[in-house]
């Protein structure tokens, strides 16, 4: 209960899967991450650190290598996801996405 806690926060799996592309430092994942306030990045980071998925090195934020299992652990809930999304089709308009 406590991981999906943690993955059913806000940005926290936009992070992750952000970090699973390549290292970044703060402001650079900030960017990615569409803007994301600075306090809420702060908080995310924080927490997946205390968590021990991702670590601060000289090449910015990475993910440990259980943050790295967890993301491949998640991969059959992504090919899931866009089966799900392909079933249901367009949204129209509307209707909540």
């Known amino acids: 209960m406590a ?3 943690l993955l059913g926060r806000r940005w926290t ?14 402001r650079e994942l900030q960017r990615r991450c569409e803007q994301m ?3 809420v990045l702060s908080t995310r980071i924080e927490e997946l650190s205390g968590a021990r998925l991702l670590a601060l090195d000289a090449d910015g934020y990475r993910l440990t ?9 998640l991969r059959p ?6 089966r799900w999304a392909e079933e249901l089709g367009p949204v129209s308009p509307g209707e909540p996405e």
């Open 3 to 5: 991981a999906l806690d």
């Open 13 to 26: 799996m936009r992070i992750l899967w952000e970090l699973s592309q390549t290292p970044a430092g703060f």
């Open 37 to 39: 306030s600075s306090s």
């Open 65 to 73: 290598q259980l943050g790295r299992d967890l993301v491949e652990a």
């Open 77 to 82: 809930l992504d090919a899931w996801s866009r």
